[in-house]
């Protein structure tokens, strides 16, 4: 009984330090994708600028779940292994200003989160809504992340579109990535509720309403939302149906603003007549966190990046 126990002990210590190697090789390892791929991560940080955060309501103040809540903080776990020259993601979350808003959006800038709960302190709300010098303040918040991060994104798609790719006539695919729950979290878990209408695994939009040419609509051809439908569900091992497009999100600020230079000069100078095609990829959080703790399933993450990364290769070399 005791060389059974010795065995199993050993064989215990080995298991643990084949899991520590294989770890550490997953800390330093960097995935690198194909060279026309952009990832954005518009939610991906849940941090707030200190001079703000005294101005925070005591609700967010004193519970980290809102904070967590209001931003779709998992996803930098689906990019972290992502070359840094192909990944964006702003330096503090939407609190402070929505990245996948327009500038003239009346929701740019929230004052309740999705629970009702409060953003601000009263005087501070004030500010930004009522005060002669509510544009002033606007801009202020608006300057630690939401203007940066544009700017990130329009200097890396120029290196991209200057850039001798492998093949000059693919395009460059722009990928914005979000989660979403099924749980509306509350200051604490009792407070918590379900979301009326469950969300499917993955949503992929294209902005199908979007004009990105003379009676062209979508920042993506639908072919390419498409096949990357099912090559996601195939790497992600769900069924197609599960994965719904345009539905019910139908894109953001970020794929009209990077996808659509036929309606952004800017853009279209940059590009220098490459094309560009920008989707958005909202996947359900409880594909990879607690949704009551927020807390990320290690598996569950390292699963879905790599089916994520399998499926943006496997989509170049279409």
Request: charged share 30%; with cysteine.
């Amino acid at each position: 009984m005791k060389l059974k126990n010795i065995f199993s002990s050993i064989s215990q210590k080995v298991k643990n330090s084949r899991d520590f190697l294989l770890g550490l090789g997953d800390i330093f390892s960097v995935v690198k994708l194909p060279d026309n791929i952009l990832l954005t991560v518009t939610h991906g940080s849940a941090r707030v600028p200190l001079k703000v955060f005294r101005h925070l309501s005591i609700y967010y103040q004193t519970s980290p779940r809102l904070l967590l809540n209001f931003s779709d903080y998992g996803t930098k776990y689906l990019v972290e292994k992502v070359a840094n020259e192909q990944k964006v993601i702003p330096k503090y979350g939407r609190i402070i200003g929505d990245p996948n808003r327009n500038i003239s959006a009346p929701d740019i800038i929230r004052f309740e989160d999705f629970g009702g709960n409060k953003v601000f302190r009263e005087k501070f709300e004030k500010r930004l809504t009522s005060s002669i010098f509510r544009f002033f303040w606007k801009r202020k918040l608006l300057n630690y992340s939401y203007y940066p991060y544009y700017k990130e994104i329009y200097q890396r798609l120029e290196k991209l579109a200057k850039k001798k790719l492998k093949d000059e006539n693919k395009p460059i695919i722009l990928i914005d990535i979000h989660d979403v729950g099924n749980r509306i979290l509350g200051r604490r878990e009792k407070e918590d509720r379900p979301r009326k209408n469950k969300i499917a695994k993955v949503v992929i939009s294209n902005a199908p309403d979007e004009e990105t040419g003379e009676g062209v609509f979508g920042t993506a051809p639908d072919y390419f939302v498409k096949e990357f439908q099912e090559v996601l569900a195939k790497n992600l091992k769900i069924e197609t149906r599960e994965i719904k497009i345009n539905t019910p999100y139908k894109g953001g600020n970020i794929i009209r603003q990077f996808g659509n230079p036929y309606q952004n000069s800017r853009l279209r100078r940059i590009l220098n007549g490459k094309q560009i095609f920008a989707i958005q990829v909202e996947f359900n959080r409880g594909l990879y966190l607690n949704e009551v703790n927020q807390r990320p399933y290690t598996a569950k993450i390292r699963f879905v990046r790599n089916a994520l990364m399998k499926t943006l290769r496997e989509l170049c070399e279409f």
